[in-house]
Each structure stands twice: as structure tokens, then as C-alpha cells.
């Protein structure tokens, strides 16, 4: 088989805080028993829960979905194979898996905060002119 026949494309995680397991179970195309049990085998896989109960993942959480995948599905590693795998591989090595997008929201902030001290004088002025106004 060639390797483009094999090959996976990575799905685009969206930009949310948390993600609910159907969704994490349809970005990685597993089924949410699937990621249950991977939460048993798998330290660093632990989602948060909510109030109700919910399991709330975060998006390093389904990074490290998708990663698991890759190795137990595309690599034919075992579970305790890649469990050693994540384990053993370099802290750097896990958290620079290529350049990230910017996400939207970060982009109007670095435009909203550019230039902090013209848009920090302009907000003094106004709130001046309220007290003004106010008084």
C-alpha cells in the first residue's frame, strides 16, 4: 500500500476552551467509549467535569486524543507501547508540534493593544470629559 493511501489528515480543532466528549469523539472519529477508556490507560488524558458531570476536554486534551490515535491506529503501537511512548519523549518535543495558528481572537487583541499608550490616552481623555460631564 502506498502512503498516501494510508495517510490521515488531521482535523482543525476549533478555537474553544472546552470541548464535550461527542465533539472530541467526532473530531478525532472515534466513539466516546473509546476515549473513556484511553482516559484509564492514559495519565496525561484526564478532561475536567462539569457541575452535571460532563466531561469538559481542553484543547491540549484533544491534541493528545488525536496523537494517541496516530500511534494506536496509524503506528500499530499497543497501548502500553505508546503509554511509554508519551511518557519517554522530550517535554519540548510535545509542546512544539509545528507552528499554530493565531487564533482570531488573539489577532484583535494584538491589534487592540499595539499601540497601549495612544489608545491608553485617548480612554484617560474620555473618562475625563464623562467626570466632566458628570460633576
Same mark, same amino acid.
Given at each position: 500500500?502506498?502512503?498516501?493511501?494510508?495517510? @490521515?489528515?488531521?482535523?482543525?480543532?476549533?478555537?474553544?476552551?472546552?470541548?464535550?466528549?461527542?465533539?472530541?469523539?467526532?473530531?478525532?472519529?472515534?466513539?466516546?467509549? @473509546?476515549?473513556?477508556?484511553?482516559?484509564?490507560?492514559?495519565?496525561?488524558? /484526564?478532561?475536567?467535569?462539569?457541575?452535571? /458531570?460532563?466531561?469538559?476536554?481542553?484543547?491540549?486534551?484533544? =491534541?493528545?486524543?488525536? =496523537?494517541?490515535?496516530?500511534?494506536?491506529?496509524?503506528?500499530?503501537?499497543?497501548?502500553?507501547?505508546?503509554?511509554?511512548?508519551?511518557?519517554?519523549?522530550?517535554?519540548?518535543?510535545?509542546?512544539?508540534?509545528?507552528?499554530?495558528? @493565531?487564533?482570531?481572537?488573539?489577532?484583535?487583541?494584538?491589534?487592540?493593544?499595539?499601540?497601549?499608550?495612544?489608545?491608553?490616552?485617548?480612554?484617560?481623555? =474620555?473618562?475625563?470629559?464623562?467626570? @466632566?460631564?458628570?460633576?
Amino acid at each position: 500500500m502506498s502512503d498516501t493511501a494510508t495517510a @490521515v489528515v488531521t482535523p482543525e480543532i476549533p478555537d474553544k476552551l472546552y470541548f464535550r466528549i461527542g465533539d472530541v469523539s467526532r473530531l478525532a472519529g472515534i466513539k466516546p467509549y @473509546v476515549l473513556r477508556f484511553w482516559e484509564t490507560e492514559f495519565p496525561g488524558l /484526564g478532561p475536567k467535569k462539569s457541575g452535571t /458531570g460532563h466531561r469538559l476536554y481542553r484543547r491540549k486534551d484533544v =491534541e493528545l486524543v488525536l =496523537e494517541i490515535k496516530r500511534l494506536l491506529y496509524e503506528k500499530r503501537f499497543t497501548i502500553e507501547g505508546a503509554r511509554k511512548f508519551l511518557e519517554d519523549r522530550p517535554r519540548s518535543a510535545a509542546a512544539k508540534p509545528g507552528p499554530k495558528p @493565531v487564533p482570531q481572537k488573539a489577532q484583535v487583541q494584538a491589534q487592540l493593544f499595539d499601540n497601549s499608550a495612544d489608545a491608553l490616552a485617548a480612554v484617560r481623555k =474620555e473618562l475625563t470629559d464623562i467626570l @466632566v460631564l458628570l460633576a
